[in-house]
C-alpha cells in the first residue's frame, strides 16, 4: 500500500494541466448500456474509480479499455444485469448502472451501497425514482431487485436535489414511454454533461443546465463519442494549495465558469484571480484572510471541496467557520489535522478552525477520498515531514498527484509500503 511523504514549507509555483472530471466520466460511462455499440470517451482521467467502473462494466459483458485518457468501450455484448457487491461497495458510483440496466433490458440487480466512509448515504430517492417510472423495486439478501417489462413517463420531484438520483432518473427517462416531468433536478456540472451526452445519441431533453427537465422518451438511441469535461474539484485542491503556499499558478484545461463560487471565496481570502478562456491564474502573496465556508448544491461551494478549504483556513490567523449542510458527517479528516497541531472544533456539522497555528509533520491516515486531499495540503504548510497513508482513497480520484505537485515545486514523493 503506497504513502505520500511530504516535506513542508515549499512555495507552489508553475503551470499544470486539470484532467477530465472523475464524476463526469463516471456518470456518461453507465449511460453508454443505453445502446449497444462502440463509444471513446476522451480526456478520461487514468484513476482507480474509473478502472473499477470500467471492471463493472466489464462484468455486464461490455468491454472497456483505457489507454492513457482515451477510453474506449464496446456495450454490444452486454448479457448480464448485475452489479456485485464487490464493485458497488469499492465505488458507490456503480448504483448508476440501475437505471440504463432497466431502461435497455427491463431488469437490474443492484447491491446496495450501504454506509461510506464519514455516514450514511441512501439512495431512497434514486429508487422511488425507479418505481414512478413503473419499474417493480424489492429489496433481498442486500440487492435491489429491478424489474419493469416498459418504464413509463411520469412526474418526479426530487425531495432533495441529488447528483447521482438526478442521473440514473434521466437514463432511465430517456427510454420510458411517453413524457417525464423532473424538477429540483441537480444542475450540477456532472449532472448537465450526462444530459447533453444523453441528447447527443438522439434523447430528448428540454431545460439543460436549470432544475426542471423534460424528457419526451424516444424508442433508441446511437453510440457517439464524447470527451469529459474538465474536474473542477481536482482544480479548486490545486488552486487552494497555492493560495495556502502563498504560490503563484497556472492551472490549464479547466471550465472556471464551474468554479465561480469558489473563486469567489478564494479572493475574499485574499487570492489574486485571473481568468482567461480555459485557464486561470492564481496568486496570494499574504497569509489568507479567515473565510467561512458553506457546501450546497451548484452553483454553492462544494462539499467535495470542504475538506480542502478546512486544511487551507489552517494557515489564516483567526477563526473560520465550515459547514457541510450536504454531507453533515464528512469530518472523518479534522482528528488527523489535529494530529499536526491543527486547533479545529467540530460542532455539528461545522469545523471551527482557529488558524495560523504552528503544525508539525506528523504520519496521517487517510480515511476517504476529500478528506486524503486536505491532509495532502496541511502537509504543504507543515513543518517537517508529513506521511499521508493509506492514499489509495485518493488515487481514486486524483490522477497523477504527487507529479502535479512536484510539477508546482513541491516536495512530495510516494513510496511503495506494507504499512496500513
Ligand atoms: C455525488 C458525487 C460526490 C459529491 C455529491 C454531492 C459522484 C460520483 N459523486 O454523490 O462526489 O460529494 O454528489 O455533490 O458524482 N440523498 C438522499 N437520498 C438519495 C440520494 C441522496 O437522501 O437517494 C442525499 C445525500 O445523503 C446527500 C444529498 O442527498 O445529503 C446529496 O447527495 P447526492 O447528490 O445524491 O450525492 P451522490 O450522487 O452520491
Redesign the pocket.
Known sequence: MDKLVIEGGKRLTGTIKISGS??GA??IIPAMILAPGIYHLSNTPNLR?IWTMSQLMNSLGAFCELNENELFVDTRSINNYEAPYELVKK???S??VLGPLLARFGEAKVSLPGGCAWG?????????AMERLGADIQIEHGFVFAKADKLKGTKFNFD????????NMLMAAVLAKGNTLLTNA?I?P?ITALARFLVKMGAKIDGIGTTVLEVEGVDSLTPVDETSVPDR?EAGTFLIAAAMTKGEIEILDVNPYHLSSVLTKLEESGCEIDVTGNKIWLKMDDDPKPVDYITG??PAL???LQAQWVAYMLAAKGTSKITDL???DRFKHIPELQRLGADIQLIDNSAVVQGGKKLTGASLMSSD??GSAALVLAGLISEGKTDVLRIYHLDRGYEQIENKFSCLGASIKRIKTELV
Open positions: 472523475k464524476n463516471l456518470a474509480d465505488m458507490r458510483a448504483f448508476y450514511p448515504r441512501p439512495v431512497d430517492l434514486h429508487l422511488k432533495i436535489s441529488s447528483v447521482g438520483a438526478t442521473g441537480s450540477e456532472e474539484i448544491v451548484y462544494p462539499t467535495d450536504i454531507y453533515p477520498l476529500r
